[in-house]
C-alpha cells in the first residue's frame, strides 16, 4: 500500500514539512539529494517554495516540471520514528 501524502509545504532553505494520512509527519532536508541533474532547478529556492500537491496522482510537484513521488520521504520519516522509539537519536 502507498502511503497517502495528505500535507506538504517547504520550510527553511531546502527543508519540507509532509503529512501522511496515517499520521506519519516530519521534516525532511532534500539539500543532498538535489545534485542530479534532472533535479537542478530545485536549487533556485524561489522555485522550491513553489511546491504543489498533486493529490490525485499523490505526486509533490513544481512548476519546473519536477514530480517527485513522496514514497521514499515516507520510509525515510517511518525509519526515523523508528529509531526514537528504541533510542537511538
Known amino acids: 500500500m502507498t502511503a497517502r501524502l495528505i500535507a506538504a509545504w517547504p ?4 527543508q519540507l514539512w509532509l503529512a501522511y494520512a ?3 509527519e516530519g521534516a ?5 539529494q538535489l545534485a542530479p541533474w534532472c533535479l537542478e532547478p530545485l536549487r533556485d529556492l ?3 517554495r513553489r511546491l504543489r500537491l ?10 519546473s516540471g519536477i514530480l ?9 520519516l517511518r525509519q526515523r520514528r523508528r529509531r526514537k522509539r528504541v533510542g537511538f537519536l
Open 11 to 14: 520550510l527553511e532553505r531546502y
Open 22 to 24: 496515517d499520521g506519519t
Open 28 to 32: 525532511v532536508d532534500l539539500e543532498d
Open 46 to 48: 524561489g522555485e522550491f
Open 54 to 63: 498533486d493529490r490525485s496522482q499523490n505526486l509533490l510537484v513544481w512548476p
Open 68 to 76: 517527485l513521488d513522496p514514497a521514499a520521504l515516507y520510509r525515510e
